[in-house]
């Protein structure tokens, strides 16, 4: 498909980058945005479909022969382009994705009752608000092996643009699975699937991180991580089958949950990485 160019804002063809927010993009067939040239990158690699490429004139000569042909680009002055977000920017490359239909757990952790021939971590996300933190979760559950990540009804939106830009693309790889309902959810993990629940707390109590054992056959341990402020909400903690700590000094009371994720995450998931 050619180069199109953009001389209005105005223009129809552009106003899911203009003005709609992302529960709008999101309402209207699954849309989200994805910015700069990286994330843009890694959406065009990945099996997510791109439903156009939105790019300033002085970056279609370099880019736009990279985008398959079935894909619009439209293209414009940087100033233009700048209205668009509302500040300066330098990357000069967007486009909008369509998400996938939400993964099933069979084809995340095989069929119910039989074992996985190896060791299977789901990150599990009650109620993440903050679209940075749940940005930061994708990127690292990803980089640390998780099977998945299972998103609760309370949470925000995985695919919101703060989140799909501090993934950093990673969300296009990393299976999510979106909860209406999350607790049935977890229930049918423990009895079907035989996942054992760990659930991450701040309780001097609990078992500290480096006494925690993954589990044994069926090879299944999901990871509850608790909302920044609050914590895991007791209708939780009483689903899930142990409660582990970090133990923390100097009068520290918690991490950042994105950087508690990375400790818990290495500390379970360091024996399925050859070279830890």
Request: with cysteine; aromatic share 6%; proline share 9%.
């Amino acid at each position: 498909m050619p180069v199109i160019p953009i001389d209005t804002l105005d223009d129809p063809r552009v106003a899911h980058y203009r003005s709609l927010k992302d529960r709008e993009l999101a309402a209207e067939g699954g849309r989200f945005i994805a910015e700069g040239e990286h994330l843009v990158r890694r959406l065009l690699a990945s099996d997510f479909p791109c439903e156009s490429v939105l790019m300033a004139n002085r970056r279609a000569a370099e880019l736009a022969p990279q985008v398959r042909g079935d894909i619009p680009v439209y293209t414009l002055p940087d100033e233009l382009l700048e209205g668009v977000i509302g500040f300066a920017f330098h990357s000069g490359v967007m486009a909008v994705g369509l998400r996938k239909p939400n993964p099933s757990l069979e084809s995340i952790l095989g069929p119910p009752g039989i074992p996985s021939p190896k060791p299977i971590t789901l990150v599990i996300c009650p109620e993440i608000i903050n679209a940075d933190n749940l940005g930061s979760l994708i990127r690292i559950s990803s980089a640390f092996g998780a099977a998945a990540m299972l998103v609760g009804e309370r949470s925000c939106d995985p695919f919101w643009r703060r989140s799909v830009r501090v993934s950093m693309g990673t969300i296009f790889s990393l299976p999510i699975l979106l909860c209406d309902d999350l607790l049935p959810v977890l229930r049918d993990l423990r009895t079907r699937w035989g996942v054992e629940m760990v659930a991450t707390v701040t309780d001097a109590g609990a078992q500290p991180l480096e006494r925690a054992q993954r589990p044994g056959p069926p090879n299944r341990l999901g990871l509850l991580l608790g909302s920044e402020s609050q914590g895991l909400h007791g209708r939780w903690l009483t689903e899930c089958d142990r409660h582990v700590t970090i133990p923390m000094h100097l009068g520290t009371d918690s991490l950042n949950v994105a950087v508690a994720a990375a400790v818990f995450l290495y500390h379970f998931t360091r024996t399925q990485n050859p070279s830890a």
